[in-house]
């Protein structure tokens, strides 16, 4: 037996794992790729179709480098813990109806069909499973092999009324999902959204796709929260504009007075984020890191070039550059929180963020980060930063 120390392991609190396989850039054979394609519609095909080529434009470094993001870059990068995203591009951009426009009832049962596919495509790998509850998470940890959680990214995806919004939070509980980031890139009457697509200015982004002063969280944003809170998920601030920030936060604390709940009972997260060291209003203020911290919620630092970089440099092309950004926030962190207990990893790879940090470029390049973590922070704070504060987080929810 040896004597050398496993190395620290790696939760990812927001990776895009579906991607590849919606897009089918899977490593299968060929006769299991007849079988899944037989299986799919024509919708789904050409859906799949698209989302094949925008990975290469927008995700893949390259034409033909792959995904970002399998079970066994995960399991090279030492991330036993995924928070895996769930997420429609198709049904949030919804080009069959106006800019701005109420969610679809339609959008709820793709995302079921999304979470079973990336289930039923596990499920035929030995080094990985699907954590639904607190003992698969701690048998997943035990036995060694990759643990991938469900997560939703877009409130557009729970439905056109509140009603509909309450129904289908419960259900996703009920199947395991850990959290739900509320806005994301585009306006659909659920929460305010900061700019966040990295090839486009904020003011530029503003002028295309204006959102109304004052909207914040709208009712069904607000019945999402409420539903969330009373399933004990987590609530997922990343890319909510200010107004929606506040009026979450206000809504949570009205929640606490009502149930007679601690504030970190119901962890608030930032699952892919960043400290705001320059203008980019997608990145946290101190008030609002400081709130995070204040719920025992944690801020996953994103592994994008776009976000990460904002008021620091222009450009990272080696992972010593990019680490030195990674502790500038870390450090920022802990100075606004005092402790390295509310910043985590949140790479968000294969979620449109091309380019990602230089060294840092798939879920492997990850296994780069425990040693200068702990030669910079020590083993205990490195071991918070990489893994112990999502895993406190997602046993709250699990």
């Known amino acids: 037996m040896s004597d050398t120390p496993a190395p620290p392991l790696v939760a990812d609190l927001h990776v895009h794992y579906p991607m590849h396989v919606l897009s089918g850039d899977r490593d299968v054979t ?17 859906r799949g179709a698209i989302l094949w080529v925008a990975s290469r434009l927008l995700n893949y470094r390259s034409w033909d480098a ?3 993001v399998t079970a066994d870059f995960l ?11 769930l997420y429609s591009p198709f049904d949030e951009m919804d080009l069959d109806e106006p800019y701005g426009a109420l969610p679809e009832p339609g959008y709820f049962a793709r995302l079921l069909e999304q979470l079973e596919q990336v289930e039923a495509e596990i499920g035929e790998h030995a080094g990985a499973i699907v954590v639904h509850d607190e003992a698969e998470l701690d048998r997943a940890l035990a036995d060694g092999v990759v643990g ?17 919004v309450d129904t ?22 659920v929460a305010a959204n900061a700019p966040a697509l990295p090839f486009l200015p904020d ?9 109304k002063a004052g909207v914040g969280l709208t009712e069904l944003g607000e019945a999402a929260v409420r539903a969330m809170y009373r399933e004990g998920m987590l609530i997922d601030v990343s890319h909510m504009r200010g107004d929606a920030l506040e009026e979450t936060f206000e809504l949570l604390e009205a929640l606490d007075r009502e149930h ?38 944690v801020i996953g630092l994103i592994l994008a070039q776009h976000q990460l970089n904002d008021g620091i440099r222009k450009k990272t092309k080696t992972f010593g550059e990019s680490f030195d950004v990674i502790a500038r926030h870390a450090d920022r962190l802990r100075e606004l929180t005092g402790s390295h207990e ?30 200068a973590l702990e030669a910079r922070y020590g083993a205990a704070d490195a071991e918070r930063i990489l893994s112990g504060n999502v895993l406190r987080v997602l046993r709250t929810a699990l």
């Open 75 to 85: 399991a090279a990068g030492g991330v036993r813990v995924g928070l895996s995203v």
């Open 66 to 68: 792959g995904p970002r």
């Open 342 to 371: 509310h910043a985590a990893i949140g790479s968000d790879f294969d979620g449109f963020i091309k380019p990602t940090m230089g060294g840092l470029e798939r879920a492997d390049d990850l296994a780069r980060l425990p040693a």
């Open 260 to 297: 007679g709940a601690a504030p970190v009972e119901h962890p608030v997260i930032a699952s892919h984020s960043g400290y705001r060291f320059g203008k980019q209003k997608y990145n946290l203020d101190d008030e609002t890191v400081r709130r995070v911290a204040a719920r025992g919620g």
């Open 168 to 189: 289908n939070v419960s259900a996703l509980a009920a199947r395991g999902v850990a959290y739900v980031t509320l806005a994301h890139l585009f306006w659909r009457r």
């Open 30 to 46: 060929l006769g299991r790729m007849v079988r899944v394609r037989r299986r799919e519609g024509a919708g789904n095909k050409a």
């Open 203 to 211: 003011a530029l982004y503003n002028t295309l796709f204006p959102q």
């Open 148 to 164: 991938l959680v469900h997560c939703v990214e877009g409130g557009f995806h729970l439905g056109p009324t509140p009603a509909d």
